[in-house]
């Protein structure tokens, strides 16, 4: 019995020895298997440390992300800043912090490379803004105070400003003009296209602190600037260059928004003061974008716009040939129509009948107003109006397309650079309608083609948030307009009457983006002393 007690216990034994060797050789296994696939595949064994953050990187990703959109409910009045040409805000620019994959030598190479590249682009600002060369002079010279200078803002939207360029070269008179692009970009691509021109005299003039040359220190966005998101305090606490300066609603700049405005003052401030050839010119400023569209008679209105402005004498400071048509005033002169004892009764029943359930679709369906644009009726209201201009106060938002005004005006402007540069509103026409309001004698007065020569076809870009955006579609509605319009173009005279506000211009809340100290202080000096 005891022999047969000690079998077992030997038994027993062998089996558990037997299966902790079984299990250990499994292991073993497994290990080695696992060493041969990362030899294999090396990347395996470094997504832990991909995925690791620094710690600057927690501190400005623990900041809460807020919708780029104000969180506010737009009154509706003031869904008009959809119409600046400075666009919404959106806030689309690139990651500053995604991580990078090349070596430390590549970021070496890369470094050298910009910084050569960098250096190239500088000296060729330099040199184009102080060489002032005026292209095809021999040939559409000299200037003299009958010449429209035309100043045309350009980003880097090529397909745009072929448009624009090709619209410009089929116009009357145009060999009359002086053309002076305003670029904050330099590309070669662009600058070819400019000096392409042969049918007027041109100048190119450079931003010399854009984005492009500056894009990683002010006005460019630096590593020390705060989120555009974050608090206050925790901007304090982040001890972020900018902290003590959120906009009026609490954000931090961006730079890709504060560009434009410094852009546009300081083009004003160039062809005002600092051009050679323009030191003594009395004439006409024509201001114009790189996603505007101009009619083939534009220089024939302007100039009967000019002669009416005499008229008018000190009544009238900006002329203004371009409007927002998806607002053209079609109910404005529909509602004109409702009282008109000369329409038969049944008639101004329809007709009132018809604007109530337009003005009711409007309400429900924000984009009925684009669809109307095209539609027979409105084409037809427009062209009752094509030799119509109309004098009234200068609202931002209604009369920032195709601006027209002398240097007796801008020195008006530009003795309120203070209030234009400290205005917190990063676009250049609400921070003028502000001045306008706030800061000159007598409010801006303006006298507004009804029918426009001026047209916006900048539907595609960065401001743009649809899906089917097409440049061609819009293009090709506004040529279908001018189309229609032949007959109307060229008018002999024009037939120009004041309208009276219904209610006080008032500016409404600013869009915010330029509580930064530092652009004030830019902005200032980028003022010049005529």
């Known amino acids: 019995m005891r022999i047969r007690k000690l079998s077992c216990l030997k038994f027993t034994i062998l089996t558990g020895f037997a299966i902790f060797i079984v299990i250990n050789i499994k292991s073993v296994g497994e290990d080695e298997q696992n060493l041969q696939a990362e030899e294999e595949h090396p990347e395996n064994g470094k997504r832990n440390i991909a995925n690791l953050r620094t710690k600057d990187t927690d501190i400005l990703e623990s900041v809460p992300v807020q919708s780029s959109q104000s969180k506010e409910k737009p009154d509706p009045a ?3 800043a959809a119409d600046s040409l400075a666009g919404e805000r959106i806030n689309e620019l690139p990651n500053p912090l ?39 002079e021999s040939l559409f010279g000299p200037i003299t105070n009958d010449t429209i200078v035309i100043v045309v803002q350009v980003h880097d939207r090529i397909k745009y400003l072929r448009h624009l360029i090709k619209s410009l ?4 008179g145009i060999d009359q003009t002086l053309l002076i692009f305003s670029h904050d970009v330099w590309d070669e691509e662009l600058n070819e296209l ?22 990683h220190s002010f006005p460019g966005e630096s590593e020390s600037d705060c989120p555009r998101d974050a608090h206050k305090e925790k901007a304090l606490s982040l001890s972020c260059t900018n902290a003590a300066w959120p906009d009026l609603h609490g954000h931090y700049r961006e730079a890709q928004f504060t560009q434009t405005k410094h852009h546009w003052w300081w083009k004003a401030n160039q062809v005002f003061h600092n051009l050679q050839a323009l030191k003594d010119f009395q004439g006409y400023f024509l201001f114009l974008e790189e996603d505007h569209y101009a009619s083939e008679d534009f220089l024939h209105v302007l100039k009967l716009m000019i002669n009416e402005k005499n008229n008018f004498g000190s009544q009238v400071d900006i002329l203004c040939l371009g409007t927002y048509l998806r607002k053209f005033n079609f109910r404005a002169n529909s509602k004109q129509t409702r009282g008109d004892p000369i329409m038969p009764a049944r008639e101004r029943q329809r ?7 337009i003005e009711d679709v409007e309400k429900s369906s924000p984009g009925f107003s684009r669809q109307l644009l095209w539609a027979s009726e409105f084409l037809r209201s427009v062209l009752n109006v094509f030799n119509k201009a109309e004098v009234s106060e200068w609202i931002s938002s209604k009369h920032n397309m195709g601006m027209a005004f002398t240097r007796t005006e801008w020195n008006k402007m530009v003795a309120c650079s203070s209030s234009f540069c400290k205005y917190d509103d990063y676009n250049w026409d609400w921070s003028l309608q502000h001045v306008s309001l706030n800061c000159m004698k007598e409010k801006l007065q303006v006298m507004m083609m009804k029918g426009p020569r001026v047209f916006h076809i900048g539907e595609c870009g960065v401001h743009h948030k649809k899906s089917d955006c097409d440049s061609n579609l819009v293009m090709d509605k506004v040529k279908n307009i001018l ?3 032949n007959t109307f173009l ?15 211009v008032k500016l409404k809340k600013g869009n915010g983006g330029w509580g930064d100290k530092r652009d004030h202080d830019m902005c200032r000096n980028m003022t010049s002393v005529g």
Not at 104 to 112: A, E, F, G, I, L
Not at 169 to 172: D, E, G, Q, T, V
């Open 483 to 485: 189309k229609t319009a």
């Open 194 to 215: 400019v000096r392409s021109i042969d049918f007027s005299q041109t100048l190119q003039i450079f931003y010399p602190f854009s984005l492009q040359t500056h894009k």
């Open 351 to 357: 007709h009132e009948r018809r604007l109530n359930a």
């Open 490 to 504: 060229f008018p002999a005279k024009l037939s120009v009457g004041r309208m009276g506000l219904k209610k006080k």
């Open 98 to 136: 995604s991580s990078r994959e090349d070596s430390q030598v590549n970021q070496s190479q890369d470094k050298q490379k910009s910084q050569l590249s960098l250096k190239d682009i500088l000296e060729k600002l330099k040199e184009a803004n102080k060489a002032q060369i005026i292209h095809n």
């Open 78 to 80: 003031e869904s008009e």
């Open 169 to 172: 070269s089929l116009a009357a």
